[in-house]
């Protein structure tokens, strides 16, 4: 069987995906900070689908962390087929209203930690001739969003980037933008959420599904829903002044993830 690694497994997306490859029979390896919440989930998802669920505890906004994962990823003895690159968070408030420690944090979570975890994966990935990356993004990577949109529009032009380097190999990389999903992001937050219209809201297993779909397909970015794929071409129409007032007066308050 197949492993996955997956990061910010715990809970949202990248629960949804721990259960979606579950399901499908591939083994797991659980990226998160709670060691606890890891192994309760690795001995749910053993139980139920007979895979074996490995747990590792790394914080990626740390240099430790990071470290953590890139020795796993590159590990040769213990191959990782698949790579999730899920983790990340919002910050509340507008620019200067964030502390410039939670700005880089994020930068380094989003940003560097996507850098190197992808770069410790592709390697043996390309020498076994086989293997894929979905790097995590947002739709607020095509909105002028502040640090938030612009970490996730950096995942989004590092992946096509690479993809196309990449093209041949028998590797993939997508960058995966989702809109308002129901996770426990903007909780976590601080975040409002009770003016976003439910139309807006997206099921995080349906995403999941929609995702390794257009995995498989060899999509290099896939928004996972009609909707919003409707409403980011409608975005490319209005004035980018018009459009960065509107995002930074209601993103910023409840940060698509």
Known sequence: MTTALITGA????GAAFARRLAADGHNLVLVARDTKRLREQATELH???????????????TEGGIETVEKRLSDPRHPVDLLVNNAGFGNKGRYLEVSMADELTMLKVHCEAVLRLTS???PGMRERG???VVNVASVAAFLPRGTYGASKAWVVQFTQGAAKDLTGSGVRLM????GFVRT?????AGMGTDNIPSWMWLDADKVVAAAL?????????????ARYKTLLGAAKLVPRGLLGGITSKTGRK????
Do not use: M, N, W
């Open 47 to 61: 139980d139920r689908h007979g895979i074996e669920a490995e747990v590792l505890t790394a914080d990626l906004a």
């Open 184 to 188: 426990e992001f903007h909780q976590r």
């Open 175 to 178: 960058a995966l933008c989702p």
């Open 10 to 13: 715990t809970a949202g997306i």
């Open 130 to 132: 086989r293997g894929g």
């Open 213 to 225: 779909a257009d995995l498989a397909r060899g999509k290099q970015v896939s928004i996972p829903d």
């Open 120 to 122: 410790a994966a592709v």
């Open 254 to 257: 409840y940060g698509p993830q």
